[in-house]
């Protein structure tokens, strides 16, 4: 759970204009909203779903122990937001998560704390000052990570309880523009400094939304990995709706077929896949 990318020196190769530079993405408000949204819907799709069905995208999770991760952690931030902690709180609601997975799904429950973090950071403001795991420090950080950490889990789910997964389009796009700046963190080279294998030249990424017109470049070249808004000439192109972008991306989904398009250099792909990522 990590925050925007500081501002670098990086020049875009790639023109900045039109359609996909105007869009502007979700304020702390709607960042409220979509955490009860999200779970709203994952508890609608899967109120009769078997909570000891395992999940393909979580290893070694049943449907309970993603469930238990999710009320969990809507009840942690909202104990991080609401004592304006200044430091990091014990997240074993977050981590610790066996339990009865015999019974029904837990809808109340889910909301319900869904609900408490929206009304704890709406009564909070998005600027009041609290912990965040790296230099954002303000609730903000905490709504928008939880608005799209919710909805990255309600895509596990989906996959479990074999259901379709449909978000609408500037959901998605709001959640790939987030996980673009927090995956361009330079102290992600610190935690892992494996991830520095992805610098080299010539490797460059596009990402092409084929419904909304979105796109995202991710250029390799430098020091530091950079990325912005915008089509260019790129060593691989996937193109994808902007869901499907999203579960590729966050490796939710395989890469080829199913409305999938690659086009260029599909081992730098899967290279990157298998160094990208944050928890």
């Known amino acids: 759970m990590l925050l925007p990318a500081p501002t670098t020196s990086w020049q875009s190769p790639i023109d900045e204009t039109g ?8 304020d702390f408000d709607r960042h409220c909203t979509e955490i009860v949204t999200q779970t709203e819907l994952l508890t609608t799709g899967l109120g009769a779903a078997d909570l000891r069905a395992p999940v393909p995208s979580c290893p070694g999770w049943s449907l309970g122990n993603l469930v238990r991760h999710i009320g969990g952690g809507h009840r942690w931030a909202g ?20 339990g009865d997975d015999s019974g029904d799904m837990p809808v109340t429950w889910l909301v319900e704390g869904a609900a408490q973090l929206a009304d704890i950071l709406r ?7 609290v912990w965040t795991p790296v230099d954002c420090g303000a609730a903000t950080f905490w709504a928008r990570r939880f608005a799209h950490e919710t909805l990255v889990h309600r895509a596990d789910a989906a996959l479990a309880a074999g259901t379709e997964f449909v978000v609408s389009e500037g959901v998605a796009h709001d959640a790939v523009d987030e996980w673009m700046e927090l995956d ?7 935690h892992k400094p494996q991830k520095r294998e992805l610098l080299g030249p010539g490797r460059t990424l596009a990402f092409e939304a084929t419904d909304s017109g979105a796109a995202w470049f991710v250029d390799l070249t430098g020091d530091v990995i950079a990325w ?3 089509r260019g000439q790129a060593a691989v192109t996937v193109r994808g709706s902007c869901a499907d972008l999203l579960l590729v991306i966050y490796r939710r989904r395989a890469v080829n077929g199913n ?6 250099d599909e081992e730098l792909l899967d290279f990157w896949l298998g160094h990208v990522g944050f928890a």
């Open 184 to 190: 361009a963190l330079p102290q992600h080279f610190d």
């Open 259 to 264: 409305g999938i398009e690659i086009v260029g």
């Open 228 to 230: 912005c808004r915008g």
């Open 79 to 98: 104990e991080v937001v609401r004592t304006r902690a200044t430091g990091f709180l014990p997240d074993d609601q977050v981590r610790k998560l066996d």
């Open 123 to 129: 009564a909070a403001g998005p600027n009041a000052r």
């Open 19 to 26: 359609p996909d530079h105007e869009r502007g993405t979700m």
